[in-house]
């Protein structure tokens, strides 16, 4: 084979390529071939926003749980120390048997009272930097959202008010955590 013959056998298949692709090229795409590939796209783009949302779905549940740890962690790291003033104040006993005089008892008596309610203002302070108060009671009107009653009495008091707390309400951020129980007025 010459040079030539060589260069007739390239320009033959080069010509052939030509033709090959002219004929691809001149075969429409189906209509249906076109909404396949349309859908097979559809469906790559959805199951990947599906898996990013599930994804994001599970770094929220995980960044809620965490949070939930650090507020348990922050609550209890602030009623530990209160705990321990509790412990203390239970093993300060006072000492009955050593006690020889009277004042001696009322002192010590009066020096653990004060040191409980040191406790007791300590813990308040504590559940109410947490956005927790006391349910208001006695002489206020009764409220079915605040107050269970237990019964009611006769009193001076004008009905519907409450004249007894039997055990005391508390309020979480201005939402009821736990009723207050009460005894109510039924007037006269």
Do not use: C
């Amino acid at each position: 084979m010459n040079k030539d013959e060589e260069i007739l056998e390239d320009e033959d298949l080069d010509q052939q390529d030509e033709d090959l692709e002219q004929e691809v090229d001149a075969q429409p795409i189906s209509e249906t071939d076109t909404l396949k590939m349309q859908v097979d796209e559809y469906k790559i783009g959805w199951q990947r926003a599906n898996a990013d949302y599930q994804n994001l779905l599970k770094q929220t549940q995980e960044k809620r749980a965490e949070l939930v740890r650090m507020s348990e962690w922050q609550i209890i790291e602030e009623f530990l120390p209160v705990y321990s003033y509790f412990k203390k104040a239970m093993d300060a006993k006072v000492q009955v048997d050593t006690v020889t005089d009277i004042e001696e008892l009322k002192k010590q008596v009066t020096n653990w009272e004060t040191g409980v309610s040191y406790i007791l203002k300590q813990f308040v302070s504590v559940l109410e930097n947490h956005g927790v108060i006391e349910i208001k009671t006695v002489g206020e009107h009764f409220s079915t959202e605040k107050h269970e009653a237990l019964k009611e009495e006769e009193s001076n008091e004008e009905e519907g008010i409450v004249i007894k707390e039997v055990a005391p309400g508390y309020e979480l951020q201005g939402k009821v955590i736990i009723p207050a129980k009460v005894i109510v007025s039924k007037g006269k």
